[in-house]
């Protein structure tokens, strides 16, 4: 499956972005698909994750409460809308895809099969 992520850019502390992730060649529905962030210096962090069919969802403590993924399975496309975004969430922002059959070890990048490209997101403050 081939992921092309975008939507990402500058934005003010307290602003927001939705980012989009666009999935290809495969049946989407058969992935969980997650967000997961990298900042200079850093580890490739979670984010959140929606599994198959996004009844269920999951968030780095981070984010909750200011993050939401979704997903449209018509659209092969999964969202992250960034709400009350702080300097700290500056990243490039990763979508991945997994194919196993139980949701679970989300938070690792391993448990993942595919990703994006990424997208820059800078939050000035």
């Known amino acids: 499956v081939q992921l092309q992520a975008s939507g990402g850019g500058l934005v003010q502390a307290g602003g927001s972005l939705r980012l989009s992730c666009v999935a290809s060649g495969s049946t989407f529905s058969n992935y969980h698909m997650g967000w997961f962030r990298q900042a200079p210096g850093k580890e490739r962090e979670f984010v959140a994750v929606?599994?198959?069919?996004?009844?269920?969802?999951y968030y780095a403590d981070s984010v909750k409460g200011r993050f939401t993924i979704s997903r449209d399975n018509v659209k092969n496309t999964v969202y992250l809308q960034m709400n009350s975004l702080k300097p700290e969430d500056t990243a490039v922002y990763y979508c991945?895809?997994?194919?196993?059959?139980?949701?679970?070890?989300?938070?690792?990048?391993?448990?993942?099969?595919?990703w994006g490209q990424g997208t820059q997101v800078t939050v000035s403050s």
């Open positions: 929606t599994s198959r069919n996004g009844g269920s969802t």
């Open positions: 991945a895809a997994d194919f196993s059959y139980l949701i679970s070890d989300y938070r690792l990048p391993r448990t993942y099969d595919y």
